[in-house]
């Protein structure tokens, strides 16, 4: 049965969560970040958690847990770090005002992540004396890479032992069914440096200096062509191409591909991608994309200058079981080959991906529950983002379950949730709980299959 | 004789560059025109000339000449416009207070090209009778493109008729010679807008939306390869390729090699380019130039964007017989048949190259005279800049002599020249007035040769 919390408990989770939002926890620029994670210790304590916060060497971790002596143990991962809200003009209020408007909480995190985190703490307040040992792993890193996680999770591995992980994220999507993903694609976070003269140059010289805006792009066009195809060498290596099974799962995931395109302002999908061809690519592709590129002079008008450095930013989108580092490798050895050594690599974050098996039971016990509450469940096999899953995955299942909706604005202005999917959100929850728990009772039942 | 001016003749062409260095005539920036044109104006009535402020659409023409019913005319071609001064916090005086130090007068437009128009002024203000008629054409546009300047020359062709046009600039190269160029390259000067989605979205979309960074960085790539080869089909249709004899005078032009690498900091130029080949490259090659480019995100750290446009400037240089509209129709011919119907090609600027031929009299005329004044000219064929001068050249010989030096910093940062320079540059104007004049005396002498 789908829990209905009290008056109290309802006031409790929009106290604390507002409470959250009003802490401008922004890791790129680094405030708010102590002050979240006392917030959340004492949060935790008063739902009759055992908390603390963990150093890291960065933002510290909340970790927070309460044993009750059960056969089964319920991990969540989240992070209390957020996005920087700009641009600040384009927020109808102040990113960290919460505020609430028809039915909805708009602010910075009321989503990503703090949505979820209050969602989640309710359940556990809620069902008082929870039928599972309960866990929390909090980070404050995850929107600037997660750098110090690996190093937390290895030296605390017998904290986060647990039977299911539930993962930081998860929406609803247009017909009201909870997306539900098993994954996240690893990343590899690079800058690509060229340099030509050592200042900026008149362009009438263009005949006898080499110009580095040239070389990028030479470099740029080596390492993946028009059709797509990255032609760097061991790019592709240990890519796991999806079953016969895998690919008629994603045939069957409802996609609204005309809604999407409109959305995206495109007349197709890339390269013409079309029915399960463009899910197959979001996430069995990995994908190499340049998020941004800049040289010389991009005012109004025209300067005659030879730049004397260029740069480009790229995000690679791992599948498994790619490599961070051996993908990185391939991509040095490319750019010397190919005579690029006016070219300097950097790497600024990296990790590989992480999924759970569509067949491992626990997926269909956090399905089937979230069936109940929102009347259907979609589940998908990764999302296309990336997230340091990975950690995770390698211990135990990890499934994504979360209060967002399809226009919840992540990471971008106006970010919000609605005030009844973060309850809706709490009784998943705390369903979910109850079917660990009777999944291990003395009836000796077992969790339902997918 | 190379003339020496009196203390009232210097004073004078001091306080006239002076007044003009302080209009702030900046072309690009709309500021100083008329006053600027007005001033101009004045000074050549002040020094006996008959003037006029002629309207172009644009910032309207000076125009000034004095018929002494000769049978040589000499026309001067210059402009009164100077490029913005930024970045003001890199001069050392303020850009528009003409100020001398050290012998020299710093200021926005010392050199280029006000000091070029005052050098002038003074020889025709100290030849009192001369021996020529003399013609002005000062245009407030060169900076901008000289978008006007065509259309002023078709409707006024009978005012710009003359023997020899002295072009606008002109350097003593570091040895004191006086670099002498015959003539300017053309040019195109191009942007590229490159659109993908509606607005700029997660990256992790990019298996299946276009990014417009891509799309350019393969358009760019298709353009001109990494062995610096323009792939533009049509591109290099008409180039004149330099002749035995042209070769041969270019290895005999002295040029400091390793002084040049040294100012630009490289190890070595273009393709490794030595000895002739590089002024070679530098005069007879046409280029294809990135200025500018851009797309996504920027700054520090990064962000996992897919952006919704890309751009890129291009300067393209012409040599003869390049024609700018042929240039640009095989480039739009390229995108199109290479697929790059998303990207947007628009042509902010173009004209052809324009030179007089090395074996000119004139040409003799003019270093002749310049070897009195410096001890030393060096004819180069053409400058690797551009200019309007095709306009001119068609109709008569068009050499530059100036009075700049090595360090004046045209368009940069403390721009200045010599006052030394300034008064030579004007010796050197009369002088060869004076043998312009000779020429065509009853003697019957003709100019001397090459």
Redesign the interface.
Known sequence: MVRAFDEEEKRWALEALGGLIRIPSVS?QGTGIGEAARYLRDLFRQIGLDARVLETGGNPVVFAERDVGAGRTILFYNHYDVQPPEPLELWSSPPFEPTVREGRIYGRGAYDNKGNIIARALAVKALNEPPVNVRFLVEGEEE??SKNLPRFVEEHGDLLEADLCIWESGSRDEAGRLQIDLGC?G?L?LELHARG???D???????????P??R???A??SM???GEEIKVEGFYDGVLEPTEEELEYLARIPFDERGRLER???EE??RG?RGAE?LR??YY?P????????????GE???????SV????L?V?LVPEQRPDKVLGAIERHLQRG?FWDIELRC??GYPAGRTPMDNPYVGLVAGAAGEVYGGAVIHPT????GPIYLFTKRMPCISAGVGHAGSNA?APDESIYVENLFLGAGHMALVMERLGEATSPSGRTPPGP
């Open positions: 790129a600037v890479g694609k990343i976070a003269p050592k200042a140059l008149h362009s009438s010289l263009s005949p006898i200096v080499p110009n805006a040239w990028l792009a030479w740029l066009a993946k062509g028009g995206y302002g495109l999908f890339l991608a463009v690519k979001l592709s994908a190499m994309n340049i998020s941004g590129i800049g040289a010389g002079y991009q008008g025209s300067k005659t200058v030879l730049p260029a740069m480009a930013k995000d989108r005579g600024t974050e999302s296309a983002g990336s990471h």
